[in-house]
Nanobody, 126 residues
Framework: QVQLVESGGGQVQPGGSLRLSCVAS????????MAWFRQVPGKERDFVSA????????YYADSVKGRFTILRDNAKKTVYLQMNSLNSEDTAVYYC???????????????????WGQGTQVTVSD
């Protein structure tokens, strides 16, 4: 069993930066995928970014390309989301997710993921 714990959320001004962390307990297998999603009240959980633990290949939603960077540290079993140039539309609860199975597409599909963290709030406002 894998447990995921996010941290690093908070309030930041527009244009600012935050770095989220997701620490996994339990065994993570190579070639599995770790991802970040976000959700605002009343809306579906949206894909933000994913990384393949083995190759380090990364994937991003169009809305965050060029601003967010996903990083993994396999030795620490930690995945990071570096968020720069934040704006009000980035305000959401951010969730870390992990897969058991191996897949190479549809990273945005929440059904691909088996483990979820409890979420961390990110608020972008003056």
């Amino acid at each position: 069993q894998v447990q995921l714990v996010e941290s690093g959320g908070g309030q930041v001004q527009p244009g600012g930066s935050l770095r989220l962390s997701c620490v996994a307990s339990g065994r993570l297998f190579a070639n599995r995928v770790m991802a970040w999603f976000r959700q605002v009240p009343g809306k579906e959980r949206d894909f933000v970014s994913a990384v393949r633990l083995g190759s380090g290949n990364t994937y991003y939603a169009d809305s965050v390309k060029g601003r967010f960077t996903i990083l993994r540290d396999n030795a620490k079993k930690t995945v990071y989301l570096q968020m720069n140039s934040l704006n009000s539309e980035d305000t959401a609860v951010y969730y870390c997710a992990g897969s058991v199975g191996v897949f190479y597409d549809r990273f945005h599909d929440v059904r691909r993921y088996d483990y979820w963290g409890q979420g961390t709030q990110v608020t972008v406002s003056d």
